[in-house]
């Protein structure tokens, strides 16, 4: 799947989520994400990770809790 642009919106989220999990080896919540990035509400970061799974710039791991996973890294 070729991926297509971002918004600045969706590239703020998508560089949080690698940010995070660089340091932290794990995924950040929806919550952590809004707070990250100056949003107040997780519901607006779930649009912006169903667009970057849309966009092929994650993948989601449905077996496991709060992990999204950057599409390089892969599954």
């Known amino acids: 799947m070729e991926k297509t642009r ?3 919106r969706e590239k703020d989220v998508y ?3 690698l ?3 660089k340091v932290k080896r794990f995924s950040p ?3 952590e994400i809004a ?3 100056g949003l107040h509400s997780a519901s607006t970061v779930h649009v ?3 667009n970057l799974i849309n966009k092929g710039w ?3 791991c449905e077996q496991l809790n ?3 996973i950057p599409a390089e890294e892969g599954l």
């Open 6 to 8: 971002l918004t600045k």
């Open 29 to 31: 919540s929806m919550r």
């Open 35 to 37: 707070e990250g990035i």
């Open 58 to 60: 994650l993948l989601p």
């Open 48 to 50: 912006h990770i169903h």
């Open 15 to 17: 560089d949080y989520i």
């Open 66 to 68: 709060r992990t999204i």
């Open 19 to 21: 940010e995070y999990r």
